[in-house]
């Protein structure tokens, strides 16, 4: 597909001026960060502008815990691959532990099936025990997806099962309605005209088309035509805004 049909007109305008990423505050202090996340490409639709930003923070050691395979079409061994392709392109460091793919009986991928809390909270017990922080989806599961909103309970059951967490702390990338969801990077300034009290993540036009590389080109197994509008259009491609949950 032509580079210009991959891009709406309002993504356009980053090549007329520079968008600044938003950093977290000087107070974010977390050095071990666990991603959470149901299928592979998750990570680039929804969560390449947290990645990239956190990515290049010095001190800051990022890794990728994926709960499923997703291998609903059969492709869960090519997915598996695409998944540490587009982690690479993110900039989450190579190294033991960086992208870990969970295969279990009660964790499939399906708009269907609402995984077990506790299930997750085990596979977090067994990859993700010295964590400091856990990043994964509100409530809504910003697709409504049913394996997207379990991760939200399990992870809280997982720091319910850790004493109230012990000085872990979960945050969630905020849903939005679907104006919003497709607004690209005319949402970022409402996002930051809200984002008192959480971390907000604006990526650069360099830093988009990562993002949008990492899905197109790392998960091509992936890249239906209703794809092709969500890598255009898709605020998430652009900019991530996390809220931290304290609902133990």
Known sequence: MPFLLLLPLPLLF????????????????????????AHPDDEAMFFSPTLLGLTSLPGVRVSVLCLSSGD??????????????????????????????????????SMSLTWPSSTIADKLSEHADSADM???????????????????????????KRKEGHGVRLFTLTSVGIVRKYASILDAPLTRWMGKG???????WEQV???????????????????????????????????EDKGL
């Open 134 to 160: 856990i990043i994964t989806f509100d409530g809504r599961g910003i697709s409504g997806h049913p394996n997207h909103i379990s991760l939200l309970h399990g992870a809280r059951e997982f720091l319910r």
């Open 209 to 243: 088309r990562v993002a949008q590389t990492a899905m197109t080109d790392a998960h091509k197994s992936q890249m239906r035509w209703f794809r092709w509008g969500w890598v255009g259009l898709s605020r998430y491609m652009v900019v991530n805004d996390l809220v």
């Open 198 to 204: 959480r971390l907000v993540f604006v990526s650069t």
């Open 72 to 109: 609903a079409d059969g492709l869960g061994s090519v997915r598996k691959g695409e998944l540490v392709e587009s982690c690479r392109r993110l900039g989450v460091t190579e190294r033991e532990g960086w992208v870990r793919v969970v295969e279990d009986a009660e964790l499939q991928d």
């Open 14 to 37: 980053l090549l007329f001026f520079h968008l600044l990423p938003t950093a977290p505050p000087p107070v974010f202090t977390s050095k071990s960060i666990i991603l959470l996340i």
